[in-house]
């Protein structure tokens, strides 16, 4: 199963509004309402923050919001905030029954 | 407060064995299904396996099958991961996180443990 296509980087400025894209196949994300992304933080626990496309776990600000239109999923992240400087992953079930993960994208808060 | 703390992570040689542990707490662990991701340097997370809250069930990605084995221990609240015949691809941080499937949504991680395979 080859992992989900994320761009390697994406920068903004405190405020703005990035978005981060997750691209896979039919046999993945576009075959299944089960894509999650999580926020992760050097040398911390990475952190669920979307799950089942676009809710947002209990205490996940609701700057955060996902979307998904055929094999592609979107992480929203609006107002940002210097402490969103981390790194994003996607995954998503795949016809394997198991899960794939993105290689994540890295987004600086200019 | 939810907590996975992993350890054994070290430098081994490639061909050498390794066995993780996660210690949980804060949560009901006998009703989770536990999983290890792994992150290599310089790549995306993987996920490497999963087992069920009462063992009805494990999951194996295709670049472990065969060499790495999980089992759990639900009296102390531990998750394990024996890692057999190490291979330099195998060198990353190893996360254990709660998850299952189908959703495979991870809701609680630790913080990993390093694993080197080198000479």
């Known amino acids: 199963q080859s992992a989900l296509t994320q761009p390697a980087s994406v920068s903004g400025s405190p405020g703005q509004s990035i978005t981060i894209s997750c691209t896979g196949t039919?046999?993945?994300?576009?075959?299944?309402?089960?894509v999650s992304w999580y926020q992760h933080h050097p040398g911390k626990a990475p952190k669920l923050i979307i799950y089942?496309?676009?809710n947002r776990p209990s205490g996940v600000s609701n700057r955060f919001s996902g979307s998904k239109s055929g094999n592609r999923a979107s992480l929203t992240i609006s107002g940002l905030q210097t402490e969103d400087e981390a790194e994003y992953f996607c995954s998503s079930y795949t016809t394997s029954s198991t899960p794939v993960f993105g290689g994540g994208t890295k987004l600086t808060v200019l | 407060e939810v907590q996975l703390v992993e350890s054994g992570g070290g430098l081994v040689k490639p061909g050498g064995s390794l066995r993780l542990s996660c210690a949980a707490s804060g949560f009901t662990f006998t009703t989770y299904s536990m999983n290890w991701v792994r992150r290599a340097p310089g790549k995306g997370l993987e996920w490497v396996s999963c087992i069920s809250s009462g063992n009805g069930y494990i999951y194996y990605a295709d670049s472990v099958k065969g060499r790495f084995t999980i089992s759990r221990d639900n009296a102390e609240n531990s998750l394990y991961l024996q890692m057999n015949s190490l291979r330099a691809e195998d060198t990353a941080v190893y996360y254990c996180a709660t998850g299952s499937p189908p959703t495979w949504d991870f809701d609680y991680w630790g913080r990993g443990t390093l694993v080197t395979v080198s000479s």
């Open positions: 089942d496309v676009s």
């Open positions: 039919s046999s993945d994300v576009g075959g299944y309402n089960y």
